[in-house]
């Protein structure tokens, strides 16, 4: 399945139409995003029986997060071999878990501002909890996961250092959080553990590298993170970049007004961002 958020209701994406969820359902699920990932497991066995005739086409201006009204989000830093490499840091030996704020979150679509002089990229995987998970053990951590998308964990980089290794402010302006363009359920995904991440700026092709880069498997860290606290239904994952950010380019390149970042993870789609100058 394909899940969207579509003006703030939840939808279902067929052959690129759209079908709202709570009148295709006569209001048992949605219409919110949150209240499908709250009763995700019956949402799931449902879906496939709803009636089809209510399918309207949309647009992609349209969309929001899929996953918009997280209790917690979760960042990790330094989880590709390439992107420590080129930091010139050690590969840590437990996730690096910051926090994004949830007013961070946009949609897929939406500009991100150029709050200072150092605004930074990072395409990122994001997988979207689907139950309640607390000390899940890595074998079965796949079973959390209601599916993934491509997030962007946008980063100005002087506030994100200024508190030492306190990383969230800097990460953590509005439209610094933009996800989608949809959930893509975990069946629609070819090969879960192995997805190409690329981001361009403009022409420009500046990250291109698989997921098996990963230092810790989506699995481990939802088994690192569980460990010490729940991870509850709609909570978002941003799992970490790979090599090719701008603060470790020589010389460093930082995002200009007026750059369109794209970003695309193999079967998960791809959303673009134009870089605007603040209020
Ligand atoms: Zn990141």
Redesign the pocket.
């Known amino acids: 399945m394909k899940i969207a958020n579509i003006n703030g209701r939840a939808n279902l994406l067929i052959d690129e139409q759209a079908l709202d969820i709570a009148l295709a359902s006569s209001g048992q699920f949605g219409p919110s995003l949150q209240s499908i990932y709250d009763n995700f497991d019956a949402f799931a066995a449902a879906a496939s029986g709803f009636p089809k005739e209510g399918l309207e086409s949309f647009s992609l201006s349209q969309l929001g997060s899929p996953a918009p009204e997280p209790r917690q989000v979760f960042?990790?830093?330094l989880?590709y071999h390439g992107h420590a490499a080129e930091a010139g840091m050690a590969v840590p030996t437990v996730p690096a878990a910051f926090t994004k704020f949830p007013s961070s979150l946009g949609g897929p679509f939406e500009p991100v501002p150029r709050m200072g002089e150092t605004l930074d990229w990072?395409v990122?995987i994001v997988a979207v909890i689907s139950r309640r998970a607390h000390r899940v053990a890595e074998v079965d951590a796949w079973d959390y996961v209601a599916g993934l998308a491509v997030g962007q964990?946008y980063?100005e980089r002087t506030m994100q250092f200024a508190a030492g290794s306190q990383?969230s402010l800097g990460?953590s302006y509005p439209g610094f959080g933009p996800v989608g363009p949809w959930l893509t359920t975990l069946d629609e995904i070819a090969d879960r553990d192995n997805l190409r991440l690329e981001c361009w700026i403009d022409d420009d092709k500046v990250q291109d590298a698989p997921s098996t880069d990963m230092v810790f498997s989506i699995p481990s860290l939802i088994a690192k993170l569980s460990a010490v606290t729940p991870l509850w239904p709609g909570d978002l994952i941003?799992t970490?970049?790979p090599a090719g950010v701008g603060i470790t380019a020589q010389p460093p390149r930082f995002l200009q007004v007026g750059e369109v970042v794209r970003s695309t993870i193999g079967d998960l789609g791809s959303i673009h961002n134009t870089v605007i100058a603040p209020d």
């Open positions: 960042a990790i830093g989880n990072e990122e964990d980063s990383f990460k941003f970490g970049t």
